[in-house]
């Protein structure tokens, strides 16, 4: 009877093992498929991979991130939430649904989730600025200036981290601090034209006709017929 029992478990062990290698060989193509852009082929294969092993996070994690890919954002949320059922502390799953969340606009939970993330990775510099921009979302400029800051000093050179810095700054009427953004993130990118047109509204705000000039002339050096710039020039010479 003992050896009985050890033959079935030793059986069911090559079972499980050759299962798992099946639902990998799987999500190994499924990331091929998914490589390409071809979400639905990925889709297809890691749900045939999760039928073999649906305690596989990472396959509900990567299935959620093709139908992201594809706008269904209510089934890569659920993916999300299934693969963090599994592992709990999953900061790519966290930090995918906190993503999805803020396509969704319910930036509450988005903000839950980036937290969440970051608690496991705490030097993750996107998910810093993706919860900057959840505060941002939510006219909350501090916690938000606070996040981008912090993914400035894991990141110096995060331009977007800059810009939004910068705006947040700007509409707390801190011009100085917003120029100085600006400024920073052009040094990195010097045509940049969103980042030109916002130091130009900036300077105009505060008077400074020339600077603000100088920023829209660079601007429709770049593009000819930004609207924005056009308009902008005529009413600073208007003011004039």
Partial sequence: MENTTNGTTGKLDRMLIIDKAIADGYFYHACLCAEKGDWDQAIEKYTAGLKIDPNYAMAFNNRGLAYYKKGDVERAIADYTAAVGIEPKFAMALFNRGNAYNRKRDYDRAIADYTASLNSEPDDAIALYNRGYAYTKKNDRNHAIEDYTAALKINPDYTEALINRGNAYAEKRERDHAIED???????????????????????????????????????????????????????????
């Fill in 182 to 240: 600006y400024t920073a993130a052009l040094k990195i990118n010097p045509n940049d034209v969103e980042c030109l047109i916002n130091r130009a509204a900036t300077y105009a705000e505060a008077g400074k006709w020339d600077n603000a000039t100088a920023d829209l002339e660079a601007v429709l050096r770049i593009e000819s017929s930004n609207a924005n710039a056009i308009q902008m020039l005529k009413l600073i010479r208007q003011q004039r």
